[in-house]
C-alpha cells in the first residue's frame, strides 16, 4: 500500500506523520519499524499516527508508535508537530484545537510566533498509574545497587559501576504524564550515565511497562538542563514529556519555579507548572521537513 507521510522534527526530536483520517491506516510493528529505519525507510524517533475522533471537543485523534514498533501513549514534541501540520493542511485549524489522546482531550494553542503551547494534563505521582511497583508512594525512590535486578529497585552494579559519577544512594523521582518517566537530580548532564543507566533502568521489572529515564541537572530555580533515555528509542535529541516531568519533579522536590526553561540537547522548550491540582502547560516549536510517499 502507498501512503503519504510528513517528516516532522520538534527539537531535533524527529517524526513521520501518516494522516489516515482520508484513508484508514492500521500499522503492525514491523510496519512502523520500516518506516523508522533511517536506512530503509524515511527515518524517526517515532511514527505519528492521526484520525479521525471519537470526542466531539477533538479536531483529530493521535497515535504514537516508537521506532522499535511499540506503541506509546503520549510524546510532548510529536503533538505539537500534530498541531503544526493540522495549521497547514487543515483549513479551519487555526488557533485552539483539540487533540484526542488516550480518551482525553489535550488542548492546543498554535502562538502568533510560530511557537505551540500545550495542555499536558496534571502530572501523576499515583505509582499505580506508571506503573511503578512500590510499597509506598515516596518523593524520591532510592536505587539500590544489587548483585542482581529485582523488584525492590536493585540493579546490577558490575554494569554501572563505571558509568556512575556518584556514589551510592541514587534517588528519583517518578511521574505519569501519559507516558511514564524516572528523574534523577545530576550534577553535570555531560558527564551522565544517560545509556548505561536508561537502558538498565528502562527494564527494570519495577516498571511492568518500562519507562522513560530522565536525568536533570538544575542550573537555578528557572532554568533546568535535561538528556533523556526514551523507551524503544534510546536517547534522543530532545523529550516533551521528559522535560515536563523533570519539572514537575523538581517543582515537588521544591527546587524549581512554577516557570521553567528546559534547556535540551536539540534546544529550548518553555514549562509552566504551578504546583499540585493544576494542569501543566508546554510551550515550543515544530517544524514540517519534507513530505513524500512510501510503500508499506
Given at each position: 500500500?502507498?501512503?503519504?507521510?510528513?517528516?516532522?522534527?520538534?527539537?531535533?526530536?524527529?517524526?513521520?506523520?501518516?494522516?489516515?483520517?482520508?484513508?484508514?491506516?492500521?500499522?503492525?510493528?514491523?510496519?512502523?519499524?520500516?518506516?523508522?529505519?533511517?536506512?530503509?525507510?524515511?527515518?524517526?524517533?517515532?511514527?505519528?499516527l492521526i484520525d479521525s475522533p471519537s470526542l466531539p471537543t477533538a479536531s483529530v485523534?493521535?497515535?504514537?508508535?516508537?521506532?522499535?514498533?511499540?506503541?506509546?501513549?503520549?510524546?510532548?514534541?510529536?503533538?505539537?508537530?500534530?498541531?503544526?501540520?493540522?495549521?497547514?493542511?487543515?483549513?479551519?485549524?487555526?488557533?485552539?484545537?483539540?487533540?484526542?489522546?488516550?480518551?482525553?482531550?489535550?488542548?492546543?494553542?498554535?502562538?502568533?510566533?510560530?511557537?505551540?503551547?500545550?495542555?499536558?494534563?496534571?502530572?501523576?505521582?499515583?505509582?499505580?498509574?506508571?506503573?511503578?511497583?512500590?510499597?509506598?508512594?515516596?518523593?524520591?525512590?532510592?536505587?539500590?545497587?544489587?548483585?542482581?535486578?529485582?523488584?525492590?529497585?536493585?540493579?546490577?552494579?558490575?554494569?554501572?559501576?563505571?558509568?556512575?559519577?556518584?556514589?551510592?544512594?541514587?534517588?528519583?523521582?517518578?511521574?505519569?504524564?501519559?507516558?511514564?518517566?524516572?528523574?534523577?537530580?545530576?550534577?553535570?548532564?555531560?558527564?551522565?550515565?544517560?545509556?548505561?543507566?536508561?537502558?538498565?533502568?528502562?527494564?527494570?521489572?519495577?516498571?511492568?511497562?518500562?519507562?522513560?529515564?530522565?536525568?536533570?541537572?538544575?542550573?537555578?530555580?528557572?532554568?533546568?538542563?535535561?538528556?533523556?533515555?526514551?523507551?524503544?528509542?534510546?536517547?534522543?535529541?530532545?523529550?516533551?514529556?521528559?522535560?515536563?516531568?523533570?519539572?514537575?519533579?523538581?517543582?515537588?522536590?521544591?527546587?524549581?519555579?512554577?516557570?521553567?526553561?528546559?534547556?535540551?540537547?536539540g534546544g529550548s522548550l518553555t514549562i509552566d507548572w504551578p504546583g499540585p491540582g493544576?494542569?501543566?502547560?508546554?510551550?515550543?516549536?515544530?517544524?514540517?521537513?519534507?513530505?513524500?510517499?512510501?510503500?508499506?
Amino acid at each position: 500500500m502507498q501512503v503519504r507521510f510528513s517528516k516532522m522534527q520538534g527539537l531535533g526530536n524527529d517524526f513521520v506523520l501518516l494522516d489516515a483520517r482520508a484513508t484508514p491506516i492500521e500499522l503492525t510493528p514491523v510496519q512502523v519499524q520500516r518506516l523508522a529505519d533511517r536506512r530503509y525507510g524515511v527515518g524517526c524517533d517515532q511514527v505519528l499516527l492521526i484520525d479521525s475522533p471519537s470526542l466531539p471537543t477533538a479536531s483529530v485523534r493521535y497515535r504514537v508508535f516508537n521506532a522499535d514498533g511499540s506503541a506509546a501513549q503520549h510524546c510532548g514534541n510529536g503533538v505539537r508537530c500534530v498541531a503544526r501540520y493540522l495549521a497547514q493542511h487543515t483549513p479551519h485549524a487555526r488557533g485552539a484545537l483539540g487533540v484526542e489522546i488516550g480518551g482525553q482531550v489535550y488542548q492546543l494553542q498554535l502562538e502568533a510566533t510560530g511557537l505551540v503551547r500545550v495542555d499536558m494534563g496534571e502530572p501523576c505521582f499515583d505509582p499505580a498509574a506508571l506503573p511503578l511497583r512500590v510499597p509506598a508512594r515516596l518523593a524520591r525512590y532510592p536505587l539500590a545497587l544489587g548483585a542482581s535486578p529485582s523488584t525492590d529497585l536493585a540493579l546490577n552494579a558490575m554494569a554501572l559501576n563505571a558509568a556512575l559519577p556518584q556514589p551510592e544512594p541514587l534517588t528519583f523521582g517518578a511521574v505519569c504524564l501519559g507516558n511514564p518517566h524516572a528523574v534523577f537530580a545530576v550534577a553535570n548532564v555531560e558527564h551522565a550515565p544517560v545509556v548505561e543507566l536508561g537502558a538498565a533502568l528502562q527494564d527494570h521489572p519495577a516498571f511492568p511497562e518500562r519507562v522513560n529515564v530522565g536525568f536533570m541537572q538544575v542550573l537555578d530555580t528557572g532554568h533546568i538542563r535535561l538528556r533523556v533515555f526514551e523507551r524503544g528509542a534510546g536517547e534522543t535529541p530532545a523529550c516533551g514529556t521528559g522535560a515536563c516531568a523533570a519539572v514537575a519533579v523538581g517543582r515537588v522536590w521544591g527546587e524549581l519555579a512554577a516557570r521553567v526553561e528546559v534547556l535540551l540537547v536539540g534546544g529550548s522548550l518553555t514549562i509552566d507548572w504551578p504546583g499540585p491540582g493544576h494542569r501543566l502547560w508546554m510551550t515550543g516549536p515544530a517544524q514540517s521537513v519534507f513530505e513524500g510517499s512510501i510503500e508499506l
